[in-house]
């Protein structure tokens, strides 16, 4: 079947502006995480979802940075006004049981 | 927080040998698992194993969680294990997973 889905696969913006990352994890996966990875940090947990409540947001970075999911399915992370810093690939993966199925991410660059 | 640590850092290998990649993490866990990053940055779940030991194929991975360790073993290594590996962990009720900076594997034919 298919696996997650992220989109765009590339997506390069200038300072300052708004960005929309967009999930689709495999159908019926109920639980949902966002994970960045940068040359500087490895790979950092930044939110998970059960269904469309997420109660654990301990890792978004600063309040430039919010994610929702809707329907239980898709999965949109959103950084305002972004910074050079925030230039890394974005990860989702979703979870049946205990394996955590990654997509294969959106790399952003911040001009 | 919880730290993890993975050794060696890098290694390279002859087709066809074996390897030992270790994982060590500083608090108990209930939640570890070992990943593996292809070169073109897809990662993909290779064990779940807070404890004991599995086997998949020539990948198997054991973890003595009192010890506070784990240890994944690739045996007739082959190019296509070429990657990076990681190793992470989860505590108590969280769903977070924090990941060790990686082993990078190279595999020569």
């Known amino acids: 079947g298919a696996g997650v889905s992220q989109s765009p696969s590339n997506k390069v913006t200038e300072k300052g502006k708004d960005v929309e990352l967009r999930c689709d994890p495999i159908?019926?996966?109920?639980?949902l995480y966002w994970y960045r990875q940068s040359l500087g940090q490895g790979l950092e947990f930044l939110i998970y979802?059960?269904?469309?409540?997420?109660?654990?947001k301990s890792g978004l970075p600063s309040d430039r940075f919010s994610a929702e999911r809707t329907g239980g399915s898709v999965s949109t992370l959103t950084i305002q006004r972004t910074q050079q810093e925030d230039s890394a690939v974005y990860l989702c993966?979703?979870?049946?049981?205990?394996?955590?199925?990654f997509g294969p991410g959106t790399r952003l660059t911040v001009l | 927080g919880i730290q993890v640590e993975q050794s060696p850092p890098d290694l390279i290998l002859q087709e066809g040998a074996n390897s030992t990649l270790r994982c060590n993490f500083s608090?108990?866990?209930?939640?570890l698992q070992w990943f593996h990053q292809n070169p073109w940055g897809q990662l993909i779940n290779l064990f779940y194993?807070?404890?004991g030991t599995k086997q998949n194929g020539r990948l198997s991975a054991t973890t003595v969680a009192t010890e506070r360790y784990s240890l994944l073993y690739i045996s007739s290594s082959q190019t296509t294990d070429s990657g990076v590996y990681f190793c992470?962990?989860?505590?108590?009720?969280?769903?977070?997973?924090?990941f060790g900076k990686g082993t990078k594997l190279t595999v020569n034919p």
């Open positions: 993966a979703s979870r049946r049981r205990l394996t955590q199925y």
């Open positions: 159908s019926g996966h109920t639980a």
């Open positions: 979802f059960q269904g469309n409540s997420a109660p654990d």
């Open positions: 608090d108990s866990v209930n939640n």
């Open positions: 194993i807070p404890s």
């Open positions: 992470a962990v989860g505590m108590g009720g969280s769903e977070k997973l924090v």
